[in-house]
């Protein structure tokens, strides 16, 4: 009966890695920059990609930028991302 019981699969990234790598090169990059920059605020970036259609919660973006998101519970997995990108 319980043949194919299976963990559920590990997400490998978070929701921000997923909708980073929905985008193309430059928005990748402007998206980066809006990460790292002080002028915005989680709530803010969450609220403007909203507008445009890149449905976020400003949890998923402050989680990863505390780096308490499930990149950095997994190790290497953002690590790897960013480098092939
Ligand atoms: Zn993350």
Not at 6 to 24: H, N
Not at 33 to 56: D, F, N, Q, T, Y
Not at 68 to 75: A, D, E, F, I, L
């Amino acid at each position: 009966m319980l043949e194919d019981l299976k963990p559920p699969e590990k997400v490998p990234t978070c929701g921000f890695v997923r909708l980073r790598q929905g985008l193309d090169g430059d928005d990748q990059h402007r998206l980066d920059e809006a990460m790292v920059s002080a002028e915005w605020s989680s709530l803010a970036l969450a609220k403007a990609l909203s507008e445009r259609g890149l449905r976020i919660s400003y949890a998923v973006l402050y989680r990863h930028r505390k780096k308490t998101c499930s990149c950095y519970m997994n190790g290497e997995t953002f690590a790897r991302e960013s480098a092939t990108s």
